[in-house]
């Protein structure tokens, strides 16, 4: 029960993405990163996370499109739950994650760190079907 | 001047069916006086082209149209070979045709010009022309040779061959007239000669000449209200695209600026909690101060960013029924814990309420907006009352507090944009206030059909915010839907705004 998850963390912004990497690996968790959209999808596609921190505006493919090609073409290797988590609060893209097979959505000024923290766990406890 | 109340389309509708009538009347006259053996016939014969002439008339709008018309209805009607009409054009200072008969000598002749009929124009100062005379003396002319009507523009040899061919013998020439004005002139003509036409004629179709030139003003007017219109609906088009590339750019602009705002709160917040080496006050203070400045911004673009979707109605509003105390129930357990950090006491008054028809959400955020000022502004151990009233159409919410209070000058600021208040300056900068946040609620409020405002009895007296709801009344709702179908495309949802 105790293994280490793998968190996939798909951020363009550099500081960002090397924020949540720290914090979680702090936290103890396993992680990678992705900075564009093609990236992501293609990790994504390989499968195997507990967790996918996905933004929505990435370079190359944005999030809303690596969602969809998901939901059209789910990887055989299943993957956790996928987070939204943007800076977009807007309601109806965040009711366009959802359809699209998301699980949560956080919107990232929102919250501080262990906020983010609190999140994430409740994801990865409430996840169905864990990798 | 009257006319320009009534819509350009009813205007144009009275005067073709006033002209309308006038010329019929006319025409029956002069018919009467030549054909008078032929009575009878001809009386049903009127009234088929009264009939004719009322429809053509009421359905023109351009002025080439009704020329058009016009023309052809007092040729075929008073039995001339052909008539022309020719209109006063100010800016090239030319007399321009612009109709011509659609009787068989009328486009026998068209056909033989070797310039376009209609791209003639005689110069106003050529008063060799007499058709220029016409209008220059104001009275009407008869020739026999139809070179008097074209020159200087066009050679004798080519309309004489024309008056041969249309076998033309006589021209009569009448200024159309407006107001006294002259604004063109006619021309009406014959095979035979002029006594063909008797004088009771010739000064019916002075007569007429009065309505042809009513008719085409008001076309004239109708047609620049119709251009007006039309530069009015474009321009109108492209404010809308404007403001709607506005509120593109403040989207996306808000959203480049939280992400490097987020970077600054997270990493102030690590460098708070999660430093591997102790912090000293100064450093403690220095970093708090960060993260509730930046706190404070990203509030700020979010506020900015709704009060610009809300002044340009792109706001939308959702209304539903829903019970309002169970939306402050939950308001108050979200903020129960910030009151319990400065022990203040949070109340409800509950009464039995009927349900309001608002949207939820957004009433939502105006009770966290309150409750959160209410906190704010309220000292240690102070107290929080928020209760319910209604008069039967309204429900009128009341969150009391008895905290700093508001002078009698600042109440009427306090819902304006960046309305802060002097003495409150401190204290919403230290707790993140954007100067926003009221001038949204009562923007919100005000579009679900509430009110909102402010009693105080002054500094250090505590404040009380009211707002009112609608309640869920049958004719509520369904004025509501009304409004639902005539809402526009391009509506935006309210960002999150925090306490």
């Known amino acids: 029960m105790d293994t280490v998850k793998k968190i996939l963390i798909v951020e363009d912004d550099q500081f960002l993405r090397e924020f949540y990497q720290e914090l979680l690996t702090t936290e103890g968790f396993l992680t990678e990163t992705a900075q564009e959209g093609e990236e992501a999808a293609s990790k994504i596609k390989k499968g195997g996370y507990d967790l996918i921190l996905l933004d929505i505006m990435l370079p190359k493919k944005d999030g809303l499109q690596i969602l969809e090609e998901l939901k059209n073409n789910p990887p055989s290797t299943p993957n956790g739950p996928i987070v939204v988590l943007t800076n977009i609060g807007q309601d109806a893209t965040i009711q366009k994650c959802f359809d699209l097979g998301a699980t949560g959505y956080m919107v990232k000024s929102a919250l501080n760190p262990d906020q983010v923290l609190v999140e994430i766990n409740n994801y990865l406890k409430t996840a169905k079907n864990p990798a | 001047m009257l006319y320009f109340l009534i819509n350009p389309t009813t205007l144009l509708y009275i005067t073709a069916i006033s002209a309308t009538f006038f010329i019929g009347l006319v025409l029956f006259t002069v018919r009467y006086g030549i054909k008078y053996k032929r009575l009878l016939d001809e009386k049903n014969s009127y009234l088929i082209a009264f009939q004719k002439l009322y429809t053509i008339m009421a359905s023109t709008v351009t002025l080439e149209e009704t020329a058009q018309k016009l023309t052809n209805a007092i040729a075929f009607e008073l039995g001339f070979q052909a008539g022309v009409l020719t209109i006063i054009d100010k800016q090239s200072n030319s007399l321009k045709r612009i109709a011509v008969s659609q009787t068989p000598e009328g486009i026998i002749g068209l056909k033989m010009f070797p310039v376009p009929y209609k791209s003639i124009g005689i110069p106003l100062t050529y008063t060799g022309n007499l058709l220029i005379r016409a209008i220059n003396e104001k009275k009407p002319f008869i020739t026999h040779n139809m070179i008097d009507l074209f020159v200087p523009v066009l050679p004798e040899v080519i309309i004489s061959n024309i008056q041969k061919v249309m076998k033309i013998k006589t021209s009569f020439v009448y200024p159309i007239f407006y107001h006294n004005e002259v604004i063109g002139a006619m021309i009406f003509s014959i095979s035979g000669e002029e006594h063909e036409i008797p004088d009771l004629q010739r000064e019916a179709i002075m007569r007429i000449m009065e309505v042809v030139g009513t008719v085409i003003e008001r076309v004239k007017v109708y047609e620049k209200l119709a251009l007006t219109s039309q530069s009015l609906a474009i321009a109108n088009e492209k404010l809308k695209e404007l403001d709607k590339i506005k509120d593109d750019f403040v989207s996306i602009a808000s959203h480049e600026l939280r992400t490097p705002m987020t970077a600054i709160r997270s990493y102030a917040w690590m460098a708070l909690n999660r430093s591997d080496i102790p912090l000293s006050a100064k450093l403690k203070k220095y970093l708090e101060r960060t993260l509730i400045s930046t706190e404070r911004l990203i509030h700020l673009v979010n506020d900015m960013l709704n009060v610009s979707r809300i002044e340009s109605g792109r706001i939308q509003i959702s209304p539903e029924v ?147 709801l609608p309640i869920a009344s049958k004719q509520v709702i369904n004025q509501a839907s009304v409004n639902q179908t005539l809402r526009e495309d391009g509506m935006m949802p309210l960002e999150p705004t925090a306490i």
């Open chain 2, 322 to 468: 829903f019970d309002l105390q169970s939306l402050i129930q939950d308001v108050v357990s979200e903020v129960e814990l910030k009151a319990g950090e400065k022990s203040i006491s949070l109340k409800v008054n509950y009464t039995n309420l009927p349900k309001v028809f608002a949207d939820l959400e957004k009433i939502h955020q105006v009770l966290l907006n309150l409750i959160g000022n209410a906190l704010k502004f309220t000292p240690k151990n102070g107290n929080i009352v928020l209760s319910l009233m209604s008069d039967g159409m309204f429900i009128q919410t009341t969150v009391a507090d008895n905290g700093v209070g508001i002078s009698k000058d600042d109440i009427s600021k306090l819902f304006q944009k960046f309305g802060r208040l002097d003495y409150s300056y401190t204290a919403a900068a230290a707790t993140g206030g954007t100067g926003l946040g009221l001038y949204i609620c009562k923007k919100l409020i005000e579009s679900m059909g509430g009110k909102i405002w402010s009693t105080s009895e002054g500094m250090g007296k505590g404040s009380q915010f009211h707002f009112t």
